[in-house]
């Protein structure tokens, strides 16, 4: 069974920074796709960012491109979203999740489950 348990979250100045980490444990990391969600009070989940299982094909959503960076430790079975100059609006809880990938596309990989997330909450 998968487990999936994201930490790093916090409370944080606008402009200010924060690391999240996710652990993933019974599956194969190193074949997996993987990505960070994120879920606004009131609003759906949407992903955020994606990496592919080698670490080389990276993706974000608009509203984070030169902000936020994905990366992956496939020795630590550990995903990583690197979160910078954040924002109000960035306040959310995160998740991290396997995906797959249609060509560009990427797709939350099907029957998985998720973890507790992490809360990050951007105010002054």
């Known amino acids: 069974q998968v487990q999936l348990v994201e930490s790093g979250g916090g409370l944080v100045q606008p402009g200010g920074s924060l690391r999240l980490s996710c652990a993933a444990s019974?599956?194969?990391?190193?074949?997996?796709?993987m990505g960070w969600y994120r879920q606004a009070p009131g609003k759906e989940r949407e992903l955020v960012a994606a990496?592919?299982?080698?670490?080389?094909?990276?993706d974000y959503v608009d509203s984070v491109k030169g902000r936020f960076t994905i990366s992956r430790d496939n020795a630590k079975n550990t995903v990583y979203l690197q979160m910078n100059s954040l924002k109000p609006e960035d306040t959310a809880v995160y998740y991290c999740?396997?995906?797959?990938?249609?060509?560009?596309?990427?797709?939350?990989?099907?029957?998985?489950?998720w973890g507790q997330g992490t809360q990050v909450f951007v105010s002054s």
């Open positions: 019974g599956i194969i990391f190193n074949i997996a796709h």
């Open positions: 990496i592919s299982n080698g670490g080389v094909s990276t």
């Open positions: 999740n396997a995906l797959v990938r249609y060509g560009s596309r990427w797709s939350l990989r099907p029957g998985g489950s």
